[in-house]
T-cell receptor
């Protein structure tokens, strides 16, 4: 059974700092990995999706990397801003050999606070 | 265009009551998913619809939970004889292709926060 772990559970940084969020998964048979942002009382917003054949994806100040063989992904946020404060979730989509390829498995998330 | 919408945004009910949670997916999305997110946890899969049929309901915790999507668009998650342990945020997502595409992206609604007293 796929398990996804996110470290740290919470992180507080001053504005302007660069930071890294970590995600690890136990079964490397994945189709893709997604990073989501969740604001209080809101749904999930997809930030970046990395296919299993890719090593990284970038969007603005965000960069996500994937090392499928070691079961790891990182989300790098450059020059953090107070508006980046939210919970960040990573989720993996299994490959066909690993089960139903529509069923996302999520980590518990990292609660990020960026202080002005 | 409009995203996934869910109603109500909040629902408070008493133990033993019946509740219905509604999801309006993005127009044209054939795949629809329900997830449940308990406090401090990530969302957990409940059920997946492809069109009108439930292709996978393996995540439903027990037979008090049921979901329908009669016309292949709006879906309703129904919970009978609610228990305090059912309290959670229920998230709905939709996507264009479902299991048919590895690049398929699920778009999530804002969720319904269910509180069972």
């Amino acid at each position: 059974k796929q398990e996804v772990t996110q470290i740290p559970a919470a992180l507080s940084v001053p504005e302007g700092e660069n930071l890294v969020l970590n995600c690890s998964f136990t079964d490397s048979a994945i189709y893709n990995l997604q990073w989501f942002r969740q604001d209080p009382g809101k749904g999930l917003t997809s930030l970046l999706l990395i296919q299993s054949s890719q090593r990284e994806q970038t969007s603005g100040r965000l960069n996500a990397s994937l090392d499928k063989s070691s079961g790891r992904s990182t989300l790098y946020i450059a020059a953090s801003q107070p508006g980046d404060s939210a919970t960040y979730l990573c989720a993996v989509k299994p490959g066909r050999s690993g089960g139903s390829n529509y069923k996302l498995t999520f980590g518990k998330g990292t609660l990020l606070t960026v202080n002005p | 265009g409009a995203g996934v919408s869910q109603t109500p945004s909040n629902k408070v009910t008493e133990k033993g009551k019946y509740v219905e949670l509604r999801c309006d997916p993005i127009s044209g999305h054939t795949a629809l998913y329900w997830y449940r997110q308990s406090l401090g946890q990530g969302p957990e899969f409940l059920i997946y619809f492809q069109g009108t049929g439930a292709a996978d309901d393996s995540g439903l915790p027990n037979d008090r939970f049921f979901a329908v999507r009669p016309e292949g668009s709006v879906s309703t998650l129904k919970i009978q004889r609610t228990e305090r342990g059912d309290s959670a945020v229920y998230l709905c997502a939709s996507s264009l292709g479902g299991h048919r595409s590895s690049t398929d992206t699920q778009y999530f609604g804002p969720g319904t926060r269910l509180t069972v007293l």
